[in-house]
Each structure stands twice: as C-alpha cells, then as structure tokens.
Nanobody, 121 residues
Framework: QVQLQESGPGLVKPSQTLSLTCTVS??????????LSWIRQSPGKGVEWMGL???????YYSPSLKSRTSISRDTSKNQFFLQLSSVTPEDTAVYYC?????????????WGQGTQVTVSS
C-alpha cells in the first residue's frame, strides 16, 4: 500500500505562487516507470490534470497551465512539488497528487487525500 500525502499552505493571496509538496512512501519516486501527477478539482471546473513528473525527471504539463506550472522533485526525500504562479481566485480547488505505475499518467492507482487551497486576499 503506497501512501501519498499533500502538504502546503491552504490559503494563497492573488498574484502569489501556490506551492505544494507530495510525499510518497514507501519506495522510490525514481522507480521505473512511475509518473507522478498533480490534479485539481473545483466545483466550477471539475477535475483538471495539471502535469506530471516521470521517474527520470522529465516533466509534462497541461497546455492550458504550462506557462504558470512547474513540477520538480527531491529524490532523497521521495517528494515532488507543485508551483503554480500568478494565482487568481479561479485557482481555488482541492489539489491532489497521484501515481501512475505505467508512466502514462492516465491510470493512477494511488492518490493523496487532497488538500484544499483557497486563493483569496
């Protein structure tokens, strides 16, 4: 049983950068061919895949969010990170991290519990 846990501030001010951490345990986030994704869900827009980082560190982003999104990792801590810049209230959502062992990002078998992030002044 793999556990993923999101952490980070629950409140972010407009124009600032939203930063979240996902901690994965047990195992290594460099295991072939895992893809680790950030996904968000909001009442108005539904579920939205944001991007992923592969086992070898390659990143892929949703075209609609690519200009504002950065995903990175710390392999020594089995953590990967999300940064979403220039946030607005429309970025208010529950943010999830998830794992896809196939490497494609479409078949996530383990998810974090989700963390609510509100963008407000």
């Amino acid at each position: 049983q793999v556990q993923l846990q999101e952490s980070g501030p629950g409140l972010v001010k407009p124009s600032q950068t939203l930063s979240l951490t996902c901690t994965v345990s047990p195992g290594s986030i460099t295991t072939r061919y895992y893809a680790l994704s950030w996904i968000r869900q909001s009442p108005g827009k539904g579920v939205e895949w944001m991007g992923l980082i592969s086992y070898d560190g390659d990143t892929y982003y949703s075209p609609s969010l690519k200009s504002r999104t950065s995903i990175s990792r710390d392999t020594s801590k089995n953590q990967f990170f999300l940064q979403l810049s220039s946030v607005t209230p429309e970025d208010t959502a529950v943010y999830y991290c998830a794992r896809d062992p196939s490497g494609l990002g479409y078949a996530n078998d383990y998810w974090g519990q989700g963390t609510q992030v509100t963008v407000s002044s």
